[in-house]
Every structure is written in C-alpha cells, then in structure tokens.
C-alpha cells in the first residue's frame, strides 16, 4: 500500500515536474526565437561568440535538445518541431550575419588590385649640356688633364684683373657683366672660367694640366644664339717648353674625339687679354663635310673654341716664371659644342626643361 501511494506521488511529482519543464522549454524557444530574429550587426568575434553560446556543446540550443529527451512522448512531436525551426533559425541566422560581417569588411578595404599592371614610372635622362660637358672631360682625362672647379661668384681681380684685362677693357662694362658689390675689388657673377685658371696657377704645383667645367654668367638679351647663363669649359696646360704646336695637336686630338675621326680644325688669329697669340678654332662642318650647309652657313666650317698661349703677363701675376714656364689655353661654350653635335638651332632649349627635347637625347642614365 506504501508502496503503491509513493510511486503514485512519485507519478504526480514527475508530471508536475514535466509540465514546469514544457512550460520552461517553451518560454526558452520563444525568447531565442525572438533573440534570433532581432540580430543585426554584429562583428566577427561576437557572431562566433553567439554560435558558441547557443549551439556549440554546451550551447543552450543544444541543451534544449537534451532535455528533450525527458518531454512526454505525447508532446515530443510538438517540441521537436518547434526546437528543429530554432535550430534551423539560429544557423541561418549566423550564416546570415557572417557573410554581411565580411562583405562590410571589405568594403572598409581600400579596393587592391594586384592583377593589375603597376605604375610606369619615368626613368630621368642626363640633361645634354651635362652629356656633353662629362664628354669634353672624358676626352681631356684620357690626355692626362685633370678637373678644377673654382667659385661662380667671385672677385674682379680673378676673373679681370689677374688675366691682363686693362681698366678700361669693355669686358668689365656693366652691360657684360653682373656684379653682386661694387668697389675697389668689386664681386661678381663670373663672365667665363678663366678665372678658374688664375687659382690653378695661384695654388696648384707645377706643371699644371687642367680642364676646368662651370657656369658662367653674362648680362646679355636671351635670343637663340645668346643666353646670360650658359656653360664653358676652360682647358689650361703650363710646363716647361710648352708651344703653339702643343696646343694645335691637343684641340686636333680633341675635335677628332668630339666631332669624329674625318674632322679637320683651322685657326683664325684673335685677340684675347690673357693670351698672346690667340686663335679663334672652327672645325669642318659635320653635317656637309666642307661643302657648305645652312648649319655651316655655306663656309664648310663651324666656331668650337677659343685659344692661346698664355700670356707672360698672366703667368706673371700668378707668380710663375715666364721665362723658365709656357703654356696654353682654351675655352669652349658647352651649349655651343651640344647644338653642333645634334643640330639644335635655338639655344633656348636647353633652359626650358621642355621633357620632349630632354628626351631626345638620352633615355638612360
Ligand atoms: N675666356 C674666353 C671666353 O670666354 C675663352 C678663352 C679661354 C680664350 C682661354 C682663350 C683662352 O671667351
């Protein structure tokens, strides 16, 4: 009788406590239903948080299929039903919140290509009168000369006084030249690189073998043919012995290099303070050969340089021995050899920075 009243309770316990239990499960699947439907949003981590929380193993999707276990056979059919749509709802869900998670990402992305050809970039060229400059040195190395550079500002007494310019000599005019003071020794733009020489002889031991690369300046209207800043290369030799004919052969050897192997030089007679003789160079015209062109202005000959020998008064002033020492020297315009060697008409060209000229010369460094 004891026995039969207790399981009896035992009955009553149990139906009492699967009903609570239908009544929990059901609350539970409404609100995670409801909690579902309402995710929006979320970040990686926290949809991997949620999957774990609610279906991983100890998720509390999962437990509610655990305790479907202990649910009346009577109502298993309505709860499985009801926990497969949660589970099902959950999945999509976190499928659905995943793929917006990644797509957002990427879109924050700055959109890379990386099948996509790269940026050409534009290799520099050497500018010509640099091309030609480093030519006209190459050559007088290989002769044995070495390169001085002297300053581009500098004192009357170097690049006028020093070189047997007279007081009164035009080239000191204020048309000519640019001066930065006025004065006893005025300072000023240097009208060419002769000056150059003037500190060689000042400071260098004898016998001095020099080409001396720089920028001068002059106070001159800029046409095709003129510009008030252009380059020059001074070339200056001084030992014992020295002559004219030295000097001949070295810019004969030069305008072959330069100009090529047929090239033939002539000198005129011309005057310059520093120099005694001097000689003005032409060399056959490259493009008629002698015949005459409108580059050559039908002579068959083309102006390169300036030369002489050095003047003893010059070497003088620079404290050298004008009776033990001789020596000569010459200048030429940079611009004027690189419109030679490559027909360029207008001298302006080589200050515009015009890229489509530039390139035409050089495509790589
Ligand atoms: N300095 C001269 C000029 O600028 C060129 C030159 C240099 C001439 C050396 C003779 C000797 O015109």
């Given at each position: 009788m004891v026995c039969r009243r207790k399981s009896l309770y035992l009955q009553v316990e149990t139906k009492c406590l699967i009903e609570k239990n239908k009544i929990d499960m059901r609350e539970k699947i409404e609100a995670l239903m409801a909690e579902i439907a309402g995710l929006k949003n979320l970040k990686e981590q926290e949809i991997e948080a949620l999957r774990v929380r609610l279906l991983g193993k100890k998720g509390e999707i999962t437990a509610l299929f655990d305790e479907f276990r202990t649910v009346a056979p009577e109502m298993k059919r309505e709860f499985g039903q009801k926990l497969n749509v949660l589970k099902q709802a959950a999945t999509s869900k976190i499928e659905e919140l995943k793929s917006s998670a990644e797509s957002e990402a990427a879109q924050n992305k700055p959109a890379v290509d990386c099948s996509l050809p790269g940026d050409i970039v534009d290799l520099g060229s050497r500018h010509p009168v640099s091309i030609v400059r480093e030519e006209i040195i190459k050559i007088f190395r290989k002769f044995g000369y070495d390169v001085a550079e002297g300053p581009e500002i500098e004192d009357d007494y170097h690049v006028f006084e020093a070189l047997n310019f007279p007081p009164e000599h035009p080239a000191r005019d204020m048309q000519d030249t640019f001066f930065v003071t006025s004065g006893k020794n005025p300072v000023l733009l240097r009208t060419h690189t002769s000056s150059v020489q003037v500190r060689a002889m000042e400071k260098l031991p004898l016998p001095i073998r020099i080409v001396c690369p720089g920028r001068v300046f002059r106070n001159e209207a800029i046409s095709a043919r003129a510009h008030c800043i252009f380059h020059q290369v001074e070339g200056l030799y001084i030992d014992e012995g020295v002559t004219f004919a030295d000097m001949k052969q070295a810019i004969l050897l030069f305008a072959r290099?330069?100009?090529?192997?047929?090239?033939?030089?002539?000198?005129?007679?011309?005057?310059?303070?520093?120099?005694?003789?001097?000689?003005?160079?032409?060399?056959?015209?490259?493009?008629?050969?002698?015949?005459?062109?409108?580059?050559?202005?039908?002579?068959?000959?083309?102006?390169?340089?300036?030369?002489?020998?050095?003047?003893?008064?010059?070497?003088?002033?620079?404290?050298?021995?004008?009776?033990?020492?001789?020596?000569?020297?010459?200048?030429?315009?940079?611009?004027?050899?690189?419109?030679?060697?490559?027909?360029?008409?207008?001298?302006?060209?080589?200050?515009?920075?015009?890229?489509r000229f530039l390139k035409e010369f050089e495509t790589s460094i």
């Open positions: 290099e330069m100009f090529g192997p047929e090239t033939k030089i002539r000198m005129r007679p011309s005057y310059f303070p520093f120099t005694e003789p001097s000689a003005e160079v032409d060399v056959s015209c490259n493009i008629c050969h002698g015949k005459g062109c409108n580059v050559c202005k039908g002579t068959g000959w083309l102006e390169i340089l300036g030369c002489g020998m050095v003047d003893p008064n010059v070497l003088e002033a620079s404290g050298i021995d004008s009776k033990k020492y001789s020596g000569f020297a010459f200048g030429m315009g940079v611009e004027r050899i690189a419109m030679l060697k490559w027909q360029v008409k207008d001298l302006r060209h080589y200050f515009e920075n015009d890229l």
